[in-house]
Antibody, heavy 121, light 108 residues
Framework: EVQLVESGGGLVQPGGSLRLSCAAS????????MSWVRQAPGKGLEWVAK????????SYVDSVRGRFTISRDNPKNSLYLQLNSLTAEDTAVYYC??????????????WGQGTLVSVSS | DIQMTQSPSSLSASIGDRVTITCRAS??????LNWYQQKPGKPPKLLIY???TLQNGVPSRFSGSGSGTDFTLTISSLQPEDLATYYC??????????FGQGTRVEAK
């Protein structure tokens, strides 16, 4: 069974940093693109970032590019999201998601339960 | 960036009703269009990918259609467990992916 478990969320001051982790199990982690999706309280879903199987390709939504960094450690079956220069607009539940498709009809077929990031003074 | 617009933003329907949700892309996304269902406090669940392919385990009352810029999610006979928010998402762009703003389906 595919399992994705996020951790690392919490309360942080504006301008602060946080590192989110996603522990993957139940599948061959190194074979899949992975992604982060967030959802602000009471709002819709927003795709944040994605990373290729070997980490050689990454892309970001415009609103986080230059502030967030997605990375992965395949031997540890782990996905990460480094969040820097946080603002109140980054307050959201952050979901880790597996990408099925490898560039052809990509879709998110498995999701974690999410970790909440709150940015407030 | 490709913008995705869903309509309506919310709808009220009776159990057993046929429900249709529309998603429009700001430019062609071919068939690179997915649909998700989300219930309060839960992560999204994949329903349909490739515009019309039903994910394993999803009831056959759900169906998707469309290509290019206009897509539809249909629930043929609304069930109580279908009350949720539905999102479309494009994966056509190789760089950035986008979701629609969501459609909330409520009971009448």
């Amino acid at each position: 069974e595919v399992q994705l478990v996020e951790s690392g969320g919490g309360l942080v001051q504006p301008g602060g940093s946080l590192r989110l982790s996603c522990a993957a199990s139940g599948f061959i982690f190194r074979s899949y693109w992975m992604s982060w999706v967030r959802q602000a309280p009471g709002k819709g879903l927003e795709w944040v970032a994605k990373i290729k199987q070997d980490g050689s390709e990454r892309s970001y939504v415009d609103s986080v590019r230059g502030r967030f960094t997605i990375s992965r450690d395949n031997p540890k079956n782990s996905l990460y999201l480094q969040l820097n220069s946080l603002t109140a607009e980054d307050t959201a539940v952050y979901y880790c998601a597996r990408v099925m498709g490898s560039g052809w009809y990509d879709h998110f077929d498995s999701w974690g339960q999410g970790t909440l990031v709150s940015v407030s003074s | 960036d490709i913008q995705m617009t869903q309509s309506p933003s919310s709808l009220s329907a009776s159990i057993g009703d046929r429900v249709t949700i529309t998603c429009r892309a700001s430019q062609s996304v071919s068939r690179f269009l997915n649909w998700y269902q989300q219930k309060p406090g839960k992560p999204p669940k994949l329903l349909i990918y490739d515009a019309s392919t039903l994910q394993n385990g999803v009831p056959s009352r759900f169906s998707g259609s469309g290509s290019g810029t206009d897509f539809t999610l249909t629930i043929s006979s609304l069930q109580p467990e279908d009350l949720a928010t539905y999102y479309c998402q494009q994966s056509y762009s190789s760089l950035t992916w986008t979701f629609g703003q969501g459609t909330r389906v409520e009971a009448k």
